[in-house]
């Protein structure tokens, strides 16, 4: 195999954007710790046939959560022609610290200093060539996101060297690591690192090293007995020695070590976290959302789509066409009938999904880019308490907006199985996604303001209730708040275009088959007479207890399939609905299973028997909520 | 020795870390010097609410009281005019 080059750095420096340009592929990227949670791959643009490896950032090793742990297992696992260190500019101190490490590796390495622009921007003044020669390795300054120094660091990683470095660590350390390096395996790394790992406790590190036969005994006990020498644990005392080392270095190569900001940008950054204009200021953010996604996407942009161009144009003409071309009746009902692939599958996912995940998107990424979500943990913080987790849970809540099935994957940043557990089950509970959202704004919309904040309560209503169960019933400790906020940035457009187009084509690939098969599923069951049994079987429930018309049935079992999908059925029922069945069938399908793809995931993330017990529980709370809804307002004259 | 901790002073302070309560967990102490808080280490206070927000270097963390009680601190002297 062809040895590769791989990514590392701390959270949020940027090795995304450094990845995209060196291969020309882009994976996500944004304004918060945590985006990649899993190792990409591409080619490299410079070197043909040489891969490039973007990992999950590490604020330090021995690695702390799972995400952080690929990274360790790719430097372990993985032969390197280079290492490239992706480090902040304006935060020396332990973009060194970790140099220190990394640079001992026994590989080929490169240090790119990037977001040189904020460091200059705050006044920031220092030598690169001064901390090259301190490292013993190439440095190289970057501005990422405006493709500049790419060059230069393309010609470095080709030239790249193994570091000439070392840090000496105080004596006993130095006599471990010596007597340890006897006892490991061969590895990519050198003796040296790995015993390093290993001393600080580094999980991956003890992995390898198991799956390698190594006799974890001999090696325990020298551990334990160089544990024996300090007060301290051991990843204490070598992350110490590595600080205090990277300080002289920062000493001798800042010549001005700039001051904070205090740019617009940077006072917003500072009211979004204000214990009071912090909440004037979300308030503000969520009209705006709404305006944009509600109002324009789903209501205007809709109605613009579907009534003009679809039901107006479109759909009348391919109806004509296939009843004039195709002379069996049947197929003509499997492409325009009711269930039908055009009618359905493809009208549901053109004209009334896609105006309003278009909208949608653009104000996430706006969001995202801003570093918006992440500076969120601070004013949710009391809120997740009451849930036994906090603030940091609202990352993957709010990326459940976006899709439920990639933030059940950055439930991985999350610090303990207990919090992963917790917040993977709201968010297959409570949280819809970018396309039910949309719809499900769409069709409130039209019911008033006062439908919005029902359904709105409900659903907030039905997450901390369960939420705060779920915190009383898993066993563990709750984590106090503690996170790196990313600083306040003005969104680029190119940015959000370009992470807008990258949704949507996941969208696009990915939802509309599904739309597809629905569609023909629910064609196929009607046929066979399925549909209508269930549509009679399901009367007591659908109609007797949620009060919905019966036809709902099909919407709810569409719902199966993807929760937008059985929203949109709804949609498309329209005025047979009442305002307050409709509201009922939106609250209980918010609540719903959620779509196909997600359960996958939460299946991989946290196995089957999880997941069941979350499914089994889900279903019979939708309909529960749902029918005590439909009594409350019937009680209270909702109409 | 200082008692004082992050929870004791107004925002605006310049600090410096001088150490850990004996009481904090050694994976959460061992996270605070991963962001840079160690002993020696200048820091500014931003805010004490809704949580105590301090930067270090350029960066910012939110850390909940509980955390920042633990977190021993000392006024940071002054540069002498020249």
């Given at each position: 195999m062809n040895a590769s080059i791989a990514l590392v750095g701390?959270?949020?420096?940027?090795k995304s954007v450094i990845f995209h340009r060196l291969t020309g592929r882009y994976v996500n990227v944004a304004n918060?710790?945590?985006?990649?949670?899993e190792v990409s791959r591409g080619l490299s643009r410079a070197q043909p046939g040489v891969e490039v490896l973007d990992t999950p950032g590490v604020l330090t090793l021995p690695a702390r959560s799972e995400d952080e742990q690929a990274t360790a297992r790719i430097l372990l696992n993985e032969k390197l022609r280079a290492l490239v260190q992706v480090g902040d500019a304006k935060n020396l101190r332990r973009t060194v610290q970790l140099a220190l490490l990394l640079a001992e590796a026994g590989v080929p390495m490169v240090l790119a200093l990037n977001m040189m622009d904020e460091a200059k921007a705050r006044g920031m003044a220092f030598d690169p060539a001064r901390l090259a020669v301190e490292l013993g390795l190439a440095v190289v300054p970057t501005v990422a996101t405006g493709n500049e120094g790419m060059t230069a660091l393309a010609r470095a990683i080709a030239d790249a060297r193994v570091p000439v470095f070392r840090l000496t660590y105080a004596d006993p350390i130095e006599a471990a690591i010596d007597d340890l390096a006897l006892l490991l395996p061969i590895a990519h790394l050198s003796p040296r690192v790995v015993a390093l790992l290993y001393l600080a406790g580094d999980r991956a590190t003890e992995e390898w090293l198991a799956a390698q036969g190594t006799d974890l005994f001999a090696l325990a006990a020298r551990r334990e007995r160089l544990q024996d020498e300090f007060t301290e644990p051991l990843a204490e005392v070598l992350q110490r020695a590595r600080i205090t080392a990277a300080e002289a270095i920062v000493h001798r190569v800042v010549k001005d070590a700039g001051s904070v900001g205090h740019g617009f940008v940077q006072r917003l950054g500072q009211w979004s976290v204000h214990r009071t204009w912090g909440w004037p200021l979300l308030a503000l953010v969520l009209y705006g959302v709404y305006a944009f996604v509600g109002q324009f996407g789903a209501k205007y942009l809709v109605d613009l789509l579907e009534k003009q161009l679809f039901e107006g144009v479109i759909n009348p003409w391919f109806h004509a066409l296939v009843t004039t071309w195709i002379p069996w009746h049947w197929l003509q009902d499997f492409l325009v009938g009711p269930y039908g692939l055009w009618t359905m599958g493809m009208t549901y996912a053109l004209a009334l999904i896609l105006p309003i995940v278009t909208t949608f998107f653009i104000a996430f990424g706006i969001l995202e880019d801003s570093g918006y979500f992440a500076r969120l943990s601070v004013l949710s913080n009391r809120a997740f308490k009451t849930l036994g987790l906090n603030g940091r849970a609202v990352l993957p809540m709010v990326l459940g907006l976006g899709c439920v099935t990639m933030a059940t994957l950055t439930t991985r940043i999350l610090h303990t199985p207990r919090e992963r557990l917790i917040v993977t089950f709201l968010l297959a509970l409570a949280i819809p996604c970018s396309a039910q959202l949309g719809v499900v704004m769409g069709m409130l919309a039209s019911y008033g303001t006062g439908a919005f904040l029902i359904w709105l309560g409900v659903v907030i209503g039905v997450l901390f209730t369960v939420g705060w169960l779920s915190g009383k019933l898993v066993k563990g400790k709750r984590i106090p708040l503690m996170t790196e906020l990313p600083p306040m940035r003005l969104p680029v457009a190119g940015n959000v275009a370009k992470k807008t187009w990258s949704r949507l084509k996941w969208y696009l690939e990915e939802v509309i088959p599904l739309f597809l098969i629905g569609a023909a599923l629910m064609f196929v069951l009607d046929r066979l007479g399925f549909l209508p049994w269930l549509i009679q079987a399901g009367e007591p429930l659908v109609t007797g207890w949620l009060g919905l018309p019966k036809e709902a049935s099909a919407a709810l079992l569409m719902g199966f399939l993807r929760r937008d999908f059985g929203a949109t059925g709804l949609f498309a029922l329209g005025s047979a609905l009442s305002p307050e069945q409709g509201l009922v069938g939106l609250v209980t399908l918010t609540i719903f299973v959620p779509c196909i793809a997600s359960t996958l995931m939460i299946i991989k993330e946290q196995g089957l028997k999880t997941a069941a017990i979350m499914t089994g529980l889900i279903i019979p709370l939708a309909f529960l909520i749902g029918g005590l809804l439909h009594r409350a307002l019937l009680f209270v004259g909702f109409a | 020795m200082t008692t004082k901790t992050l929870r004791d002073f107004p925002p605006g302070a310049r600090l410096i870390v001088r150490g850990f309560q004996s009481t904090l967990a050694p994976d959460l102490r061992g996270h605070l010097s991963a962001w840079g808080l160690t002993p020696g280490t200048p820091i500014t206070l931003l805010?004490?609410?809704?949580v105590t927000r301090i930067s270090v270097e350029h960066a910012e963390l939110a850390l909940e009281d509980v955390i920042a009680a633990a977190v021993l601190v000392d006024t940071a002297k002054e540069p002498a005019p020249a």
């Open positions: 701390q959270p949020n420096v940027g918060y710790p945590g985006t990649t949670i | 805010a004490q609410k809704p």
